[in-house]
């Protein structure tokens, strides 16, 4: 491995500072588990690696008033928390399957998220969660949506002076039912070959869908919403054929790859597979 | 430029001179000498190189030393007592036949480890959920999994 210096500040302060003072030459790291194997991969080779971890209260959760996840809180403390359990399952549930418990010991939130891989394992739950990431230079913050913060396999909207500092829960309304599912080669320490999250808000008397919230993952350049299935399904009720109907559309919202994970065409087909089941899991309707 | 970290290593405090760019797996074996923890993929996907950092599972290959700096670190070789008894997970290994080449070993009962520490009587799929991260290329999990389960009845 390049060899690097590593420098550990206190205050985000000092961390921006450090990031301005050295430029291109530095990366920051959290957890390391992409940063470690992508700098011995060489597909990055930074001078400084300035890591994040010396930074008191980026690893805190708050749930008093607007909802925060501190950029490096650990998917094993997401996985684990009771608050995120029940507020935000999906998410929950998304960090629960990432890599392996010694990953989730490690690999944070803010890391999935910065990683910017189209499979990121947290980002289809977020998306239909509607968050927001918090990202702060030494002139300003400022808040984007997730949609705004991917912008291509590796790439966010993250200036070089900048660092993201947490991430942002509005709350879904009442009677928001959902499921997040991650179809992979195998059950743990893989990407996912297509992930998939709906978020679904019924009305509790007639059962027609309100609102609909469907995110797709690993099938296009980012993560992303699949607002035109969305519309299908808001204002009606959730009957088998419309079901397929939704699965349908959602392919068409995608332009996935092939690569050693999986061919184009077999990620659109789970696309629509993926979607219809998360749709009828949400609502609880029986599986065919 | 070399960098001054302390941390704890099986109950012992340590302080080393390391290169800032070092994994811990390589100043626990190059530096220190300790050679039971295993490296084998070097990307955090198979768990040979699994230690407890602050009592939790990691993967020492990927780890820089840098962040061990205050903390606690089990190895495998902070497992048996002083007088070289063995732990009651590595017993259970031997017990149940749960090793083979034994490669994967310190990693699978490291796992193991934080595991019961946090959890003392997990179900069969908490078990394998724990050593989901951890590969055995001899494919012997059923005796792996049965030496956990065993190994929970005794601590």
């Known amino acids: 491995m390049k060899k690097f210096d590593y420098l550990k500040p206190h205050t985000l302060e000092e961390a921006l500072s450090l990031l301005s003072q050295y430029g291109d030459k530095a990366r920051l790291i959290a957890g390391g588990t992409d940063a470690i194997v992508m700098n011995k991969q060489k597909k990055i080779s930074p001078d400084v690696l300035i890591s994040l971890q010396g930074i008191q209260g980026l690893d805190q959760i708050e749930s008093n008033g607007t909802f925060k996840i501190g950029a490096l809180v650990t998917h094993r403390t997401i996985e684990q928390s009771e608050r995120i359990k029940k507020r935000f399952p999906l998410l929950a549930e998304a960090s629960s399957v990432l890599g392996s418990v010694q990953i989730r010991n490690v690999a944070t939130l803010g890391g999935n998220l910065c990683t910017a891989s189209p499979s990121a394992e947290t980002a289809p739950s977020l998306l239909v969660y509607e968050a927001e990431v918090l990202l702060v230079s030494r002139m300003e913050e400022r808040r984007l949506s997730l949609p705004s913060f991917f912008l291509g396999p590796g790439e966010t909207a993250l200036d070089k002076k900048e660092i993201l500092k947490e991430i942002i829960l509005p709350s879904p309304p009442p009677n928001s039912l959902g499921a997040y599912l991650k179809l992979g080669r195998r059950k743990s320490v893989d990407l996912s070959v297509v992930n998939v999250a709906v978020l679904l808000t019924l009305d509790p008397k007639t059962g027609i869908c309100e609102r609909a919230r469907i995110a797709l993952g690993a099938v296009a350049p980012t993560p992303l919403r699949a607002k035109e299935t969305e519309k299908i399904l808001e204002g009606n009720l959730l009957d088998e054929r419309l079901i397929i109907r939704a699965g349908d559309w959602a392919k068409q919202e995608c332009s996935p790859i092939t690569d050693i994970r999986g061919s184009a065409e077999y990620r659109r087909e789970m696309v629509a597979v993926l979607v219809a089941k998360a749709i009828k899991q949400s609502v609880k309707l029986p599986r065919k | ?155």
């Open chain 2, 1 to 155: 430029m070399k960098q001054t970290i302390h941390f704890k290593l099986n109950g012992e405090p340590v302080q080393i001179e390391a290169e800032p760019n070092l994994t811990l797996i390589q100043v626990l074996r190059e530096k220190l000498e300790l050679t039971g923890t295993k490296e084998g993929c070097g990307l955090g996907e198979c768990g040979a190189c699994t230690v407890l950092i602050n009592g939790k599972a990691v993967n020492s290959c990927i780890f820089p030393v840098m962040e061990t700096d205050g903390k606690n670190v089990i190895t495998i070789e902070g497992l048996a007592d002083v007088d070289g008894n063995l732990h009651p997970i590595q017993r259970s290994f031997v017990e149940n036949g749960a090793v083979q080449c034994g490669f994967c070993t310190p990693g699978m009962v490291l796992s193991a480890k934080a595991l019961l520490d946090e959890t003392p009587k997990p179900t069969e799929e908490e078990i394998r959920n724990a050593i989901a991260g951890n590969l055995c290329r001899c494919t012997g999990y059923l005796q792996i999994i049965q030496a956990i389960k065993e190994a929970s009845k005794k601590i």
